[in-house]
Structures are given as C-alpha cells and as structure tokens.
C-alpha cells in the first residue's frame, strides 16, 4: 500500500536553503573584493600624497636655506652684490628698498615662488610671497562638444 500524503511540504524546501547560502556567499565575495580594491587606491592615493608632501617640505628647506644666505648676505660690506652672488635670487633696486626673488622647484610641475623686500640700510626684510605655483601656465588641448555651441 502506498502511504498517503497527509498535507503539504513546507514552502521553504532544502534546495532553496541552499540557493539562499549562495547568494550569501556571493555578497559576502563580491563586497571584500570591493573593500579590497577600495583600500589600494586609498593606499596608492596616501602614497602619492606622502611623496608630495615630503616634496614641498624639501623645497621649503630649501628655500628656507637660500634665505638665511641672504641674511648673512646682508651682514657683509656689499650686500646687493653679496645677493647677487647667490645661485638663482634676482635682486632689483627700487629706491631704497631691494626686490629679492627666487624660485625652489618643488616637483615637475610646481615651484615654490619667495619674494623679499629688504631695506639694505637698515638691514631690515620682509617676506611679501612664498607661495606654491604651477610651473606651466594651464592651456586648454581641447574642447568637449555641446549642443549648440560651436
């Protein structure tokens, strides 16, 4: 005799369990990979940043070097030819007062830019620009087409 089927299966059955655990598995893969992936570019982005940043501190030593030459520039018996003796600072008079200027490249594409103005007499100077610029003026290569504009 055959047995009866005395109502039916639940609607949850054990290959639908296991559809479920894959689908599980598969979220759980598919965000490590993303987080994964998240995290070199953060690392790649920290590294970029870091090398940048130990770039400008060098150029700002450096600059920072040049203008303690120019101080001990100033103690001397010429102090415009003694400036004008530094490797790449340009001296200007303007009156009394003298246009110290120079350029510390930081990397490839950007330089520290430091200008002085410094009273030779009373041997007095103060920093008017030291500022980080780009060492290429920006130039458009091209366009992008939008309706209506030619």
Known sequence: MKRKKSGSYPGIQIGTSY?????????????????LSSAKRDQSYSQQLAGRETAYC???????????QIDDAFAKEDPVFAIRQIEGVTAEEDGANLDISYVVPVTDSQNLEVEILADPVKGT??????????????????????LGSD
């Open 19 to 35: 559809l479920l655990v894959i689908f599980v598995i598969l979220c759980l893969v598919t965000f490590a990979t993303l987080s």
């Open 125 to 146: 100077q103060k920093v008017v620009k030291w500022k980080e610029s780009a060492s290429e003026k920006w130039e458009e290569k091209s366009t992008l087409p939008v």
């Open 58 to 68: 060098e150029a700002n030593a450096k600059a920072a070097q040049i203008m303690a």
